[in-house]
C-alpha cells in the first residue's frame, strides 16, 4: 500500500513538470502578414520546472503548419528543432520559416506546434528514472489579403467623337478594400511624410513605419484620349471578386489611328490591415478606326477631251481619309457611252494597302465616241477592299469628266457622176452635226494616183458652218478619157478651225470618203457600139455555117 502512494505521488510529480514546459507565444516577422510573404517565426520554450533531480532532455519542438503556409527552412531537419538538454529555468527560441500562399484571403489560420522530451530524473547525480512526454498547442496568425485591382472598358471608341465608355472595376484580390476611389486619366504620385517609428519585440525584432501621403495628379487635357466631365468616382468597398460599373465621357482625337491606346487610372483604397495603398493600372480602350476611301484628284491626258479623242489617261488619286489600314484596295472603272475601254485595255487596277492619310495614283485609259455630245460625264469606280479582320467592303465613287465641244461634220451627198474626159462640176453638201461653231471650213479633194481622176478645181470655202447647219462647196473632176465606167472612193478633206469665241484656237482635219461614178464620153460610146456590132455579125456568120454544113 505505501508503494503505490509513493508511485501516485511520483506520477503527480512527473505531470505536474509536463506542463512546467511552457511554450510561449510565437512572434513573427512582418507583424502584418499579407498572402505571398515569406514569414519568420520564433518559437520560445522555458523549462519551469525547479526541481534539483529532474532535468528535460532530447526536447523536440515541431511546427505543423496548415494552408495557406508551407515550411521552408530545410535545415537542420525541415519543421524540427531539436535541444539535446534544456535546465531549469532555462529558454530555448526555437526558429521557422513559413510561406503564405499567394491565394490566400484574409482569415485566421492555425498552426500545430508539437513538442516531446524527456524528464530524467537524477538521485545523487544518477539516472534513476526517465519519462517520456509529448504534447500540442495550436496557434492562430492572422493572414490580411491585398485586394489588386483590374479596369476594362466595354466599348470602342470612333476618332473625333466624344463617347460614353462603361468601366468595369474588379477586385482580383484576396482582401476586401475600403473607402475606394477611382481616379480616370490620372497619374500617381506620392512622398513620404513623417519619422521613422520602430518599435522591438520581446525577441528582439525590430518594426519601422513611414507614413506617405499620396497625389494622384490629372493627365494633360491635349492627350489623344481625355476624360471628359466626372473623373472622381467613390466605390465604398469591393469584396474579392466583386466588381462596380461606372461611366464616363471620352473625346477621341480625330488623329489617332486604329488601335488600343492606354489609359491611366489611378485607384486608392484601405486594405484590411488598416494601410491606405494606391495602385496606377492602365485602361485599355480600342479605337476602332473607319476606313474612309475617296477620290481626292482626277487629271486627264489630254487635259481637254473632245469627241472621237482616243486613249484618253484618266489619273485618280485614291486617298484613305479614314482612321484604319484599307486591304487589297481594287479600282475598277466602269464605261459606258460615250465611252469605253481602250483596245487591249483592262481598266482594273489594284493599288495594294492604304494606311491612314496615304494616296495612290491609279491610270484609265478610255476612247470618246467621235459623236459625243459636249457636256460633263459621271463615271463610276467601283471600289472594293478588305479591313483588317479580313472582313470584304465595296463602294462605289464617281469622276466627273467634262467633253468640250467640237465642230464634227457628215457628207450629205452620197455620190456624184462624173463623165469621163471632161471636166465635172461636183457640188458637196456637208452639215456640221457637232455641238461648235466651225470657222473657215474648207472642202479638197485629196488626189490619188491610183485613180484616173485630176482635179483641176480641188477645193472651195464654204466659211462658217454652226452646228446643224449645212453648207455646199465644189471641185471639178476630171476622169481620163479612157476611164472604166465604175463607181470610185476619192478622200474629201474638210478642214476648219475651232470657235475662238469660246476659246478654241484649234484647226480640225477630218477625211471623209465621197463614191464617183464614171460614166464614158459619146466618142467612147461609138467605139463600144462599132464593137458591139462586130461581134454580132461574128455570132450570126457562126451559126449560119454551122447549119449550112
Known sequence: ???????????????????????????????????????????????????D????????????PEYPFVLKQVNPIKGEVIIPQLYEGEPYTCYFKLHVNEGAKSGSYPILIKVSYDVVE??????????????????????????DFEVNGLANLIPGKNQNVTIEIKNVGTGTAKNVNVYIGYTLNSQKIGKESKTVSMYGITESKNQDI??????????????????????????????????VLFHTSPKLVEGSYPIPVVITWTDEDGNKR????????????????????????????????????????ITNNGHAEAKNVKLNLITSYPFKDSWSNCNIKDVGNLLPGVSKVASFYIDVDKYAKSGIYELPIKITYMDSEDNKYETTKYIKIYIKPKPLFEILTKNVTVVAGKDNKV????????????????????????????????????GTLMPNQTGTAYIVIHPDKNAPSKPYDITLEIRCAGDSDIGDNNVYTYQKPLKVIIKGSSSNVGVYLLVGVVIIILIVGYFAYRRRK
Do not use: C
Open 214 to 247: 499620396i497625389y494622384p495628379t490629372p493627365i494633360p487635357q491635349n492627350s489623344p484620349i481625355t476624360p471628359l466631365g466626372i473623373t472622381k468616382f467613390y466605390l465604398d468597398y469591393l469584396k474579392p471578386g466583386d466588381s462596380k460599373k461606372i461611366d
Open 122 to 147: 537524477y538521485n545523487n547525480g544518477e539516472k534513476v528514472a526517465t519519462y517520456h512526454y509529448e504534447y500540442s498547442k495550436k496557434y492562430y496568425l492572422n493572414v490580411y489579403g491585398v485586394a
Open 278 to 317: 494606391a495602385e496606377l493600372v492602365s485602361l485599355g480602350l480600342y479605337v476602332k478606326g473607319d476606313i474612309s476611301l475617296g477620290i481626292s484628284n482626277v487629271l486627264t491626258d489630254p487635259k481637254e477631251i473632245k469627241p472621237g479623242d482616243t486613249y484618253v489617261r484618266i489619273d485618280v488619286t
Open 53 to 64: 533531480n529532474q532535468k528535460v532532455e532530447n526536447l523536440v519542438v515541431k511546427i505543423v
Open 427 to 462: 457640188f458637196i453638201k456637208i452639215k456640221n452635226i457637232g455641238n461648235e461653231k466651225a470657222v473657215r471650213v474648207r472642202v479638197s479633194a485629196i488626189k490619188n494616183s491610183a485613180q484616173p481622176f485630176d482635179y483641176p478645181v480641188k477645193s472651195d470655202t464654204i
Open 1 to 51: 500500500m505505501i508503494k503505490k502512494l509513493i508511485y501516485f505521488l511520483l506520477t503527480l510529480i512527473v505531470i505536474s513538470s509536463t506542463y512546467a514546459l511552457q511554450i510561449l507565444e510565437p512572434e513573427y516577422q512582418p507583424k502584418v502578414i499579407h498572402p505571398g510573404d515569406d514569414v519568420d517565426l520564433w518559437v520560445k520554450v522555458v523549462n519551469d520546472n525547479y526541481n
